[in-house]
Nanobody, 122 residues
């Protein structure tokens, strides 16, 4: 089994910054894409950022220029640096990764973290 553990959420003021981390562990053969999603009450889950195994990134239009995602493959960790945060970006942020395990090396499955609350408020 694979586990994703997130950290770094909390309360920040509008215009502030926060850095989220997500580390994968378990029977990992290979980690492919890793991404960040968020979901606010009454809204659908949306993709915030994704980073490929080669390091190419894609961002939601709403966060371009303010958020940066990166990964440290040696640590099985993906990061989301969030700058100039807005109150409407208050949400639970989830880490997602496409991973194959040693038991099924050719099968790629989605795994999810438990989510971390980000609250942007003064």
């Amino acid at each position: 089994q694979v586990q994703l553990v997130e950290s770094g959420g909390g309360l920040v003021q509008p215009g502030g910054s926060l850095r989220l981390s997500c580390t994968a562990s378990g029977s990992i053969f290979r980690i492919y894409a890793m991404g960040w999603y968020r979901q606010a009450p009454g809204r659908q889950r949306e993709l915030v950022a994704v980073i490929s195994s080669a390091g190419s990134t894609t961002y939601a239009d709403s966060v371009k220029g303010r958020f940066t995602t990166s990964r440290d493959n040696a640590k099985n960790t993906v990061y989301l640096q969030m700058n100039s945060l807005k109150p409407e970006e208050t949400a639970v942020y989830y880490c997602n990764a496409v991973i194959s395990t040693w038991f099924r090396v050719s099968q790629e499955d989605d795994y999810w973290g438990q989510g971390t609350q980000v609250t942007v408020s003064s």
